[in-house]
Structures are given as C-alpha cells and as structure tokens.
C-alpha cells in the first residue's frame, strides 16, 4: 500500500494543490441534540442551539453587551485581594492554576476585544440598561468553573457598593460550580460576606436581581443567589445545592425528572421568572421599572409582570417596591 502514500498521494497534491486554511470552529455541535451549527447562526442567535432550543454557555463579554443599551458597558477594577493565602497544591500549585486562568482568560478577551479585570471569576460592569443606570455582576465560568474564592466575595462588594453608590439595581449572574475549594474556609466565609454585601443594596431600598444561569451550584446558590427580590433563569439552567447523585446516595431516594432545572424550580416557587435569551433585557428592564419607586412606567407594568407571574404559578409573590411599610426595597415573599 505504501505506493498509494509515496507515488499517488503526492502526484493528487501537486494536481489540486494544497487544501486552504480553513478554521476549525466555524460549525459548532450542540451539546444537547447533536446537531450542527454555523458560528454565525450561533452567535444572532445568542449563543441558543436553533434546533433545539439548548442555552449554550455565553462568553461573558457578550452576556454584558447583550444586556447594556447598545452593548456600552464599563467593568471597575477590583480590589486586589491575597493570591494563594493557604499556598494550597492538589496536583499543580493552585497560585499556578490561577496564572493559567489570568492568561487563557487574557487572551480569549484579546481575541474578541473584550475589556475588563480578568484576575478572577467575576466581572463587574456599570452601564445603562433602558436608560438606567445598572450595575451588573456577573460569573466567567470559564475562570476556574466560575468559582468562589476572596476576590469573587470581594467582586461581589464592590458590585453592591458601587450600586447604592449610584443608586441603581444590582444584578448578579451566577455561573459557578460554588466555592473554590483551594481556599478552604476563606471561600466559605464568602458565603455570609456576599449576603451581607447584597444586604446592603437591599437596605438601600434599590433591587436586587439575580439572574440565575447554568450551572448555578454549591456555595453559592447557598447564599446570595437564592437572596433575590426577583429570580430570573434561562431555560434548562441547572440550579442546585448539591449535585443529583450526591443527594440520591445520601436519601435513598429516586429524584423526579427535571429535578434541578429551572423549569422544575420555577414549578416550586424558587424561581419568579424563566426567559429566554433572547427576552432577558427586556425582562430584567421591566422588573427593575416595576421594582423602582416612582419610575413612571412602573404602575403601567404591574398588571402585566403580576398576570405572568401568576402564569408562572408565583401568585403570592410580594412585590417590595410597591409595597407599603417601612419594608418596602426589601426581598420578601420566597417559600
Ligand atoms: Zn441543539
């Protein structure tokens, strides 16, 4: 056979020439039905599978343009916190893993022109949204499964800081696996840090959002993330404390279909709100008027989000803003 490699193969090359360089990634296989998609397709479609519906993983610089008046955001550098403070190694130095994080996040943002502090998991952006101010805080699960350490709990501050600051919403998107188990107890103590950091925006009287997307687990769906005035998910998002297997081994029991998805939860009261991509905008928008004291259009709203919360089957939701008493601004209302 080796004449077919040495005589035939090259005398075929020089007849039709090399192949062109053609990139690797133009189509790209959906996770969930296996189907093929052009880039292209994917990227007007916000990252969701066109033949399936699948919520694909959004790069974080597109998930803030997406929800930014004409896509104009600023992200705020944060605080710098200590590198490595337990010098932790697994089989690689965890001050190693971070670098391999900063530098493959770098250089993903270099490629796309993307702006921002890459040192962690969390970005922080101000922007208008609706001609709002708004102050988002949002999870690159990219850097290291979008886990919780010190300067995550430190991004999380400073995101609701700067909200009362301007006196805007504060949104947060989470996309974590939980706590970074390289920081031990310092991750764990993010836990009541971050609560207390969105307390404040809450005692502030401004709201509070989160928008919950996949995967939103562990330490941090164990506090601020299931602390909001409003609960928003994408499609499919998987949102859980620990995972599946885990609880069936510890119960003994067989868990229902879906459990965990978005649609389940909002089925169960945890969650308000389960949109689309293409709809979150316009979505959050409308909370943030509805949740604003006197924002004209805030009344106007109030039938409509009551009558899709009531499809939603969340009925009794209290609506802080609107209501009366010295509570009003605070979250109320969650099972
Ligand atoms: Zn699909």
Redesign the pocket.
Known sequence: MSWLETYVRPKIKALVGSPPDIPENLWLK??????M?FHRDLEANHHV??????HMRLPIATRLALLFDEGAYETIELPKTPVDPLKFRDVKRYSDRLKESQSKLAAMAAGSGAVGDHRDAIRVAHGKMDGRNAVIAAFDFSFMGGSMGIAVGEGLVAAARLAVLQKAPLIVIPATGGARMQEGILSLMQMPRSIIAVQEVKDAGLPYIVLLTNPTTGGVSASFAMLGDIHIAEPGAVIGFAGRRVIEQTVKENLPEGFQTAEYLLEHGMVDIVAPRSQLKETLVRVISLLTPGAPDAVADLARVEAELEQAGSADLEIPALAAGDDAGAAGGKP
């Open positions: 959906c996770d969930n039905c296996g189907q998609i599978c066109q033949h399936c519906n699948h």
